[in-house]
């Protein structure tokens, strides 16, 4: 039921119109279960940046901008599990109330084609890297600059200006989320057309040049029976890439492909947005993989780790040692003395 916050404060009967249902809440238990895993993993990520300055580099800022948008994803979805399971208000501000209406209902969708944009932009990036031999993030700074703003504010202003023009509008659900509903079909067409078909048949391009590049690198080199370590970094960097997409496509263009044409809560929408979170969970583990800066640095910490831990013990191992032998070689005197 679609139902306005005016509406609902008029009616006699006190429902606190930000409280979730029970079958809402228990119907987004799945969810709380993969993002609280999602969050360790996350965590366990992120601690890289403190111990490991070999990964804080220039060259990884749109793995990490991509990274950036998981965590605002799952701090959404926190923020709006807990605001809908301890508001028992029944006339809440209605600033406040429209704020996390709006906000539970466009920032996963945003933040969602914000990541097609960063991946588009992070593969534009190594194909400059694998086909020119070019490092963009040195010869190209305010080109970069550029592309984080276009990307960021360009989507953002899209959805403002469909919601002024009744493109878009905000339907409010009774005891359940707050979702963005699309009033014509010329809207919903455009959102999937450059939310979804566009820059994925760009990032196809730019892959399949890549892979183009290499192949022929590949042949050439073969036909002058030279390999170089260079291809062969190159040729690992297209796989692991190719892999990535392809994971990260299956669950990530459900959510987006159906907020496009559903409103409200269904068993649809609740499957894709599992699929969009266990996603989110998954992504420390595969760009670790993606690159091998990532690798080494993990190997680092592991081996200073098993460094100490064997120092703690050989230390340990000292200062028990000779406490030990002397009262061996004690009670072997003591035998010695101990008449007959």
Not at 11 to 33: G, H, K, M, V, Y
Not at 236 to 252: A, C, H, K, P, R
Not at 287 to 310: C, H, N, P
Request: proline share 3%; charged share 15%.
């Amino acid at each position: 039921m679609v139902l306005s916050v005016e509406s609902i404060q008029s009616n006699s009967s006190c429902f606190p119109p930000l409280l979730w249902n029970e079958t809402a809440i228990d119907d987004r238990r799945p969810q709380l279960d993969v993002c609280f895993i999602a969050t360790i993993m996350h965590s366990v990520f992120w601690l890289q940046l403190a111990f490991c300055p070999t990964v804080r580099q220039k060259t990884m800022q749109w793995i990490y901008a991509y990274l950036l948008t998981d965590i605002l994803l799952l701090f959404r979805f926190y923020f709006s599990f807990i605001i809908h399971t301890v508001s028992y208000e029944c006339t809440p501000n209605i600033i406040w109330y429209y704020f996390v209406c709006y906000l539970e209902a466009t920032v996963d969708n945003y933040l969602n084609v914000l990541e097609v944009y960063i991946l588009l932009a992070l593969n534009i990036c190594r194909y400059a890297q694998i086909a020119w031999n070019k490092n963009v993030y040195v010869t190209n700074v305010k080109l970069l600059i550029l592309a984080h703003v276009a990307i960021y504010s360009m989507s953002l202003i899209s959805l403002i200006i469909q919601i002024y023009v009744g493109w878009a509008q905000l339907d409010i659900y009774v005891g359940d989320s707050c979702d963005i509903g699309y009033t014509n079909l010329y809207s919903q067409i455009f959102n999937v057309l450059t939310a979804f078909v566009l820059p994925i048949i760009f990032n196809i391009v730019v892959i399949g040049a890549s892979i183009r590049h290499v192949h022929l690198t590949s042949k050439l080199n073969r036909a002058q029976h030279h390999v170089s370590a260079r291809e062969k970094y190159h040729r690992s960097l297209v796989i692991q890439f190719l892999v990535f997409y392809t994971i990260w496509l299956s669950l990530w263009s459900p959510n987006v492909i159906v907020y496009q044409f559903t409103s409200g809560s269904s068993n649809l929408t609740r499957i894709t947005q599992l699929l969009n979170y266990i996603e989110i969970t998954l992504d420390p583990i595969i760009i670790s993989g993606l690159d091998v800066r990532f690798y080494r640095a993990w190997q680092k910490v592991w081996k200073d780790l098993k460094t100490r831990s064997l120092r703690r013990f050989q230390a340990e191992q000292r200062r028990i040692g000779p406490a030990t032998i002397d009262y061996k070689l004690q009670t072997i005197q003591q035998k010695r003395i101990t008449p007959l």
